[in-house]
C-alpha cells in the first residue's frame, strides 16, 4: 500500500454507486459521470451488484448474461477524464459464494472490489419488505451472527473493502454501546491483518436511521487500528452523487482520519483527506 501526497482536485472520489442494470437504480453510467463532473467529483466508481450463479436475489442484480453490458459501457468512457471512471463491482459474501468468485473476480479487470453482506441464514434483514421480522428476534445475537458472516467475508481476502458496515441498523435496531463494542473488536482486529478498508458509505442519512455507516464509535474504533477508509454514496440515482460527503469528510476527520485510499487495479494508495468533499 502505497502513500502519495496530493490528491487531484483536492475533493473525495465516490467509490460506490448502482446504475439501471441492477434493476433497482435509475440512470446510465454515463448520466452518473455527468452528475459526478458538474459537481466536480475528480473520481468514480460504479459498484453494481455483481451476477449470481447462484440464483441470489436476482430482482437486485444483472443476469451473469448481461455482464458484457456492464463491461461495454465501461469501455465506452474509459478515456474519461473529468472524472476519471473506475471499474468496480459489489460482491455479496454468503456460504458457498466462493465458487465462483475467487475464479471470476481474479478474470476480470476490476479497479474495487467492494464486500457486503445483505442477508443472515437467507433473511434480507435490511430489505423493507423483510423488516417485519426485526420484531421478532433477539437484536444483540443478530448483529452478532451478522459480523460473524462479515468476518468470514475478510477472510477470504477477494474483497478490497467492506460496504454499509453496519448495516443491520438500517431501520433503527442496535445493541448498546458497550455491547457492540465487544462483538465488533475482534473484527475490526482481523481486518487489520487482512488489510481490507472499509467504506464511510452515506446512504445511511437516506434511510430510516438517519446515519452514515459506519456509526463514529466504530468509525473511531477503525481508526485506531488503522484500517483504510474510502469513501461511497451508493447513489442510486445520478443526483445523489457525492451526496453528505461533507458530513462523511468531517467524521473521519474527528475521529482522527488523516488518510483515505484510492484504488486501481485492485492497489491502494494512501492520499491525505482533503480540505473539502
Known sequence: MKTAHHNPMNRLPDYHFHTSLCKHAEGELR??????GIKGIPEICCTDHAP??????????????????????FEEL?????PEILFGIEADYYNGCEAFLKKWL????????????????????????????????????TWKNYFDVVAKLVDTGLFDAVSHFDLPKKFGHRPQDKALKEIVAPLLDRMTASGIGI??????LRKPVKEIYPSPLILEMACEREIPICFGSDSHSPEEMGSDFDKALAMA?????????????????????????
Open 52 to 73: 449470481n450463479p447462484d440464483g441470489l436475489d436476482p430482482k437486485h442484480r444483472m443476469a451473469l448474461g448481461q455482464y458484457p453490458l456492464y463491461k461495454a459501457a
Open 199 to 204: 467504506e464511510i458509505n452515506t446512504s445511511g
Open 106 to 141: 481474479a478474470e476480470e479487470p476490476f479497479d474495487f472490489v467492494l464486500g457486503s453482506v445483505h442477508s443472515i441464514e437467507g433473511w434480507s434483514f435490511d430489505h423493507p419488505s423483510e423488516r417485519y421480522l426485526w420484531d421478532s428476534v433477539d437484536i444483540l445475537a
Open 253 to 277: 476527520r474527528e475521529v482522527s482520519y488523516t488518510h483515505f485510499f484510492q484504488i486501481k487495479n485492485r492497489k491502494k494508495e494512501m492520499v491525505p483527506l482533503p480540505e473539502t468533499a
Open 78 to 82: 474509459k478515456d474519461s477524464k473529468s
Open 31 to 36: 448520466d452518473f459521470a455527468h452528475s459526478a
